[in-house]
């Protein structure tokens, strides 16, 4: 069982930067993949980037690929980041991290439904 905790949203201008954490607690944690996915007001839950539970591989989706950055740390702080840069109003959304039993060999999951865990959310605003 893994519990989830983000925190680190918040109300930011156009070009700016936030920086979100993950804090997970249970067992484990360091045997699962870690995601993080978006939600904007009136529309669907969306992947954002990925991360094995390694650390070793990352994925991201086109609309973030080049401004946010995935990391995690598996020692004392078993906490997972998302660095969001160069942020745009169309990042508006309530941000949740996930985590789900690593595969190793098999492809990152992007699907929110594969995701075992879940967070709260954590509201990042962007203002134009």
């Known amino acids: 069982q893994v519990q989830l905790v983000e925190s680190g949203g918040g109300l930011v201008q156009a070009g700016g930067s936030l920086r979100l954490s993950c804090a997970a607690s249970g067992r484990g944690f360091s045997n699962y993949d870690m995601a993080w996915f978006r939600q904007a007001p009136g529309q669907g839950r969306e992947f954002v980037a990925v991360?094995?539970?390694?650390?070793?591989?990352?994925?991201y989706a086109d609309s973030v690929k080049g401004r946010f950055t995935i990391s995690r740390d598996n020692d004392a702080q078993n906490t997972g980041y998302l660095q969001m840069n160069s942020l745009k109003p169309e990042d508006t959304a309530v941000y949740s991290c996930a985590a789900a039993p690593g595969r190793p060999g098999l492809r990152l999951r992007v699907l929110s439904h594969e995701y075992h865990y879940w967070g709260q959310g954590t509201q990042v605003t962007v203002s134009s």
């Open positions: 991360i094995s539970w390694s650390g070793g591989t990352t994925y």
